[in-house]
């Protein structure tokens, strides 16, 4: 009989637990560490990310029990890790245990048992890029991936179907091209957004394009901005016709112009928003305070500090900076966050701001005249998200010949392509047919979101860009919209395509039919964000996908029966009660 001298993985997060919590308790009552000199559990560090191992000695000395993810990171430091990376792809072998979590610090995401590969999410600030790069993520996706790229809805791509053997080669081309993916997943600051139309749009009152590119370089560039105690989303909104969102992330920069007798320098500045997070069913709530814009990344950060700090690392489900405004309130949390500064927050009151200028909520689609006389700006609608590297060299193309060679991705999952002379429209709009691409608002796919779904991803309960598209072919076949409406399909509580945001909601689900159980979805109606702002209410539950299409035909075919004039869906949606609205579809006929 032989006894295997080597731990497994469940074994090594044991004990590396059992040491952290060990060395935090001693630490608690004034004792010297175990072994003098070294660190607890791999290596203690004594640099800027200290900060985090002294919140999880605080959470284990006040009695928590860290959870797993925590006990990972602390025993490893995931940017430690590139040899590993490289020493799986020569083996031709994916990560096992907490590895994986690990491996998403470097934007790898190992999306078994969905599909048997790597997930490979990038970071680009604002989302825009050049066409170079665009071309260049064409042809990683080519050679490494599945032959295709998903737009999210960070206004980011994301490259999947990658090989075990193949990770490294994605991550120094990346490298190559100029981007990078690091800090993509995982405890971490996501991508940086800002409003896509950020330097063009003839309404704007501040370019967000270097506030965004300076605070993604902040990220990079300091280690104590990972490992949080969960992911962060940050966005900025620069106040022009087309909105980014800002008030479903953790904190939100919407930009205002403060006149005089407010207390501070008139000018531009940002209101602070915080706690977004609308998968929980919260929006960023105004706190009242206004930030210059040479102080959003100090103002970022400090906040970012005091969620390092104080945030939950004993409960995934109450990890996110909602929760702990929740438990302290606006005024305790602004408190902590001055603290890390060196110059004093401001309130000014939203009465003393100039009412923000009207969005137009598709903006992002279709062709727009921008700040720049005789150049306009193209919003081309791309269905669920997805496009084939033949698509994208497309794109590229078109932004090269007839444009600036600038593509700007939105959290809506299309993209634009600016800077194309007016004379030239007719040119790009051929070039966008050829390539099988519209930029039309007024039809079911321009306003169509879906998450990756089930065959890409273990969370998900349905197969969301598969039935989406299903969805489309049916109602574009029987209901001629005249007004844009959007359709969010995502496939777990995590929300990933923001489905309380839609007009129309799909939460995907298991749902029991006859002694079958079916994929299907619990439908959501009038949901809005910014001016718009609602969490979306439930009208049906437990749907099976068969019976979605119809459902979702007789919402539509009651609001263009009983619309007022001119009335958008999402006031038609909240100007009824769910059991009204349920009785309009009703009578609607099959």
Not at 187 to 214: K, V
Not at 459 to 477: V, W
Not at 547 to 560: D, I
Request: overall charge neutral; some cysteine.
């Amino acid at each position: 009989m032989t006894v295997s001298t080597e731990f497994t993985d469940e074994q090594k997060n044991y004990l590396q637990g059992f040491v952290s919590g060990l060395e935090a308790r001693r630490a608690a009552q004034g004792l010297p560490p175990l072994a003098p000199g070294k660190a607890s559990s791999g290596g203690a560090p004594s640099g800027p990310e200290a900060i985090h191992h002294q919140a999880q000695d605080r959470t284990v000395a006040e009695g928590g029990k860290l959870v797993a993810e925590e006990q990972a990171k602390r025993a490893k430091n995931p940017f430690d890790m590139w040899d590993e990376i490289a020493a799986n792809a020569a083996a031709e072998r994916f990560p096992k245990g907490t590895d994986v979590f690990l491996t998403k610090y470097h934007g790898l995401f190992y999306v078994a048992p969905a599909q048997n590969s790597y997930m490979c999410r990038l970071r680009m600030p604002g989302g825009i890029l050049t066409a170079a790069q665009f071309r260049g993520i064409a042809d990683l996706a080519a050679a490494y991936g599945g032959g295709y790229a998903d737009v999210t809805t960070r206004a980011n791509l994301q490259i999947r179907e990658i090989g075990a053997a193949h990770a490294p080669n994605v991550l120094m081309g990346l490298q190559d091209l100029g981007l990078t993916s690091r800090g993509s997943g995982a405890d971490n600051i996501r991508n940086i957004t800002g409003s896509p139309a950020a330097g063009i749009d003839p309404q704007e009152i501040i370019d967000t394009r270097p506030l965004a590119r300076a605070l993604h370089h902040h990220i990079l560039n300091h280690r104590e901005m990972y490992g949080l105690p969960r992911k962060f989303n940050i966005a900025f909104d620069g106040g022009g016709r087309v909105a980014v969102l800002e008030d479903t992330n953790d904190i939100g920069f919407a930009a205002v112009e403060v006149g005089e007798g407010a207390g501070v320098e008139p000018g531009v500045y940002f209101r602070l928003q915080l706690g977004g997070i609308t998968g929980h069913g919260d929006f960023a709530r105004d706190t009242g305070v206004v930030v210059g814009p040479d102080e959003c990344v100090a103002v970022a950060t400090a906040i970012v500090r005091v969620f390092t700090d104080n945030g939950d690392r004993t409960d995934r489900k109450k990890a996110r900076l909602k929760y702990v405004l929740d438990r302290w309130g606006f005024d305790k949390y602004l408190e902590e966050t001055q603290k890390h500064l060196s110059f004093p927050l401001r309130r000014v009151p939203l009465s003393a701001c100039k009412p923000r200028a009207a969005i137009e909520k598709h903006g992002h689609l279709g062709i727009h005249p921008q700040r720049q006389e005789g150049l306009v700006y193209i919003g081309v609608a791309l269905p669920v998200g997805r496009l084939t590297v033949e698509q994208m060299r497309g794109l590229a193309r078109i932004a090269e010949t007839l444009g600036s060679g600038t593509i700007r991705l939105t959290v809506w999952q299309n993209l634009m392509i600016s800077d194309i002379p007016q004379a030239r429209v007719e040119e790009a709009k051929a070039a966008l047919t050829a390539l099988g691409l519209g930029h039309s608002a007024n039809n079911i796919r321009g306003g169509l979101i879906a998450c990756t779904g089930n065959t890409g991803c273990k969370f998900a309960a349905s197969n969301t860009k598969g039935q989406a598209l299903i969805l489309a072919d049916y109602l574009e076949a029987r209901v001629p919209l005249d007004q844009p409406v959007n359709i969010h399909l995502t496939g777990c509580h995590h929300s990933c395509a923001q489905h309380y945001v839609g007009d129309i909601g799909l939460l995907g689900a298991k749902v029991e039919k006859g002694e079958e159980t079916v994929e299907g979805y619990h439908l959501y109606i009038g949901g809005g964000a910014g001016t718009e702002q609602k969490i979306a209410r439930e009208v049906w539950s437990s749907v099976p996908f068969s019976e979605v299409p119809a459902r979702v035909e007789s919402l539509l075919r009651a609001y263009l029966t009983y619309r007022l004039a001119d009335e958008s869906f999402y006031s038609f949606a909240n100007r009824h009660e769910i059991d009204a609205l349920r009785a309009l579809c009703a009578v609607m006929p099959s």
